[in-house]
């Protein structure tokens, strides 16, 4: 859940009891979203706190302010809201994660611009000193807040541009990145050190609140070209939580007590949640926030791979296969979301559950390209909650399935992942669809590979059949046979 920018009060006068009240309820709403958001099957519930906590901080906070005139408030509520509803309504699922990047960087660059608002006019937002300063604990908070807001806005233009393929997905990896990437991080830190001490204004305070700022804007964009399509997910995730800790920072320069407590939330469900990631995928959580470190840069799938023989089937043939079958796993990754086929996949696991087929859904955590990505795409087909499994909930069942469906995934079923140190994808926990008696593999062509940019050895085993096809036209050809 990101979080808007509210227009606020003079920043540090006396608060309102009915101001902080309306602002403590609105958090409530905000942490009863937040648990709603944890399961599917609580989510539309999850939203509907959101949108009731933000309509109560954002009616309190226009009932109260004092600095922006009403009018342009108005104005610009009504422009946002316009733009939100037209993206809302033609954005596709296969959008929706560089959608979220996009709005992660509009929070960020909201932080740096509401920074540079109150170093410009102070006075107006009530964070000076008897003699005109800005407060030491405001300088502070300024720089902390316009450097998190700068690292966050050219992050999460990067993301933007890996997950909508206007940038490779290929982790780019920068001579001695990890020391100029510590050596901005230490520069940007000294800065704002520096920045808090200084009492003089001037010249000289400007420079410095403009160094910080070009300076995260600049590790923003260090610290995500090096990290891979396999990790983008939890890139997705952490940056989330930078928007968050940006907007808590502001809050306080602002003064207002709701973006303190909804920034807070944000910012830390959102380390959370990339921790426990992290752990599901085997990756160091330092390592993915600190830019990819310890990637080999060796390490990628840029290298042209030899041909080697598979099994092509046919959607008659699968059809027979699955008809057969006592246990299916369907495990769906973005190529389903791609091609909008989850429809036709339910379709087809209810007929199969008709002739007694028992069909379960496999989810991996970083299946598609944010988390959560594919269990909203099967919510949105109407499949029922109690059929979708987590990886570790599952994994083991794959040696008792007669079918391992594999529709659109590839990273999260390739064994190179247990096996191929140099691979990029190396401790990443996979399904052990190798373990089924038999695999059905839909992908476009065999000329395609993951997001992480490696072959797959799934595609060449003996028991696996490549049905190669659009994903939604397979699976309606499938139905088409079993019917």
Avoid at 171 to 186: A, C, D, F, K, W
Avoid at 361 to 377: E, F, Q, S
Avoid at 417 to 430: E, Q
Wanted: aromatic share 8%.
């Amino acid at each position: 859940m990101d979080l808007s920018f509210f227009a606020a009060g003079a920043a540090h006068g006396p608060v309102n009891p009915w101001v902080a009240l309306a602002y403590l309820v609105a958090g409530v709403f905000f942490i009863l979203a937040l648990r709603g958001l944890s399961s599917p099957a609580t989510s539309r519930a999850g939203n509907r706190n959101g949108m009731i906590g933000m309509a109560i901080a954002v009616v309190t906070t226009l009932v109260t302010h004092d600095i922006a005139n009403i009018v342009e408030i108005g104005v610009a509520i009504l422009l946002g809201g316009i733009i939100g509803i037209t993206v809302a309504r033609r954005v596709a699922m296969t959008a929706m994660p560089e959608l979220v990047a996009a709005f992660h960087s509009l929070v960020g660059l909201a932080a740096v611009l509401v920074g540079l608002a109150a170093w410009l006019n102070p006075t107006a937002f009530g964070i000076t000193d008897a003699d005109g300063q800005i407060l030491v604990a405001s300088r502070v908070e300024l720089g902390l807040g316009i450097a998190i807001g700068a690292i966050t806005f050219s992050g999460s233009v990067i993301a933007f541009l890996k997950l909508s393929g206007k940038m490779s997905g290929s982790p780019i990896l920068l001579p001695m990145r990890h020391v100029i990437n510590l050596g901005t991080l230490l520069t940007i830190i000294g800065l704002v050190a520096a920045y808090a001490m200084s009492g003089a204004g001037g010249a000289g305070e400007g420079l410095l609140v403009v160094w910080i700022t070009l300076a995260a804007f600049i590790i923003g964009f260090l610290l995500i070209i090096p990290i891979g399509g396999a990790d983008m997910p939890v890139v997705v995730s952490m940056l989330n939580s930078y928007s968050g800790w940006a907007a808590a920072a502001m809050g306080f320069t602002l003064g207002n007590t709701a973006m303190i407590i909804t920034g807070a939330l944000v910012g830390s469900s959102g380390a959370i949640l990339s921790y426990i990631m992290c752990r599901a995928m085997n990756r160091s959580f330092i390592s993915v926030i600190a830019g990819g470190f310890g990637a080999d840069d060796s390490a990628g799938g840029g290298e042209a791979r030899e041909q080697r023989p598979f099994k092509q089937g046919s959607a008659a043939d699968a059809a027979f296969m699955l008809e057969q079958a006592e246990k299916v796993i369907i495990i769906p990754g973005y190529g389903m979301a791609v091609a909008q086929a989850q429809h036709a996949l339910r379709e087809m696991a209810d007929l199969l559950e008709e002739k007694g087929v028992e069909v379960k859904y496999a989810i991996h955590p970083v299946a598609g390209r944010m988390p959560g990505h594919m269990n909203v795409l099967l919510a949105e087909a109407s499949v029922e909650y109690d059929k979708v499994f987590e990886l570790e909930d599952i994994n083991s069942e794959f040696a008792q399935a007669d079918v391992a469906f594999i529709i659109g995934a590839n990273d999260v079923v390739n064994p190179a992942a247990k096996t191929d140190k140099s691979s990029p994808i190396y401790g990443m926990p996979v399904f052990d669809v190798d373990k089924a008696k038999q695999v059905f593999f839909i992908k476009r062509s065999m000329g395609g590979v993951g997001y992480a940019g490696v072959d797959n050895d799934v595609f060449y085993m003996d028991q696996t059949m490549m049905l190669l096809s659009d994903a939604k036209k397979m699976v309606e050809e499938i139905v088409k046979a079993i019917d």
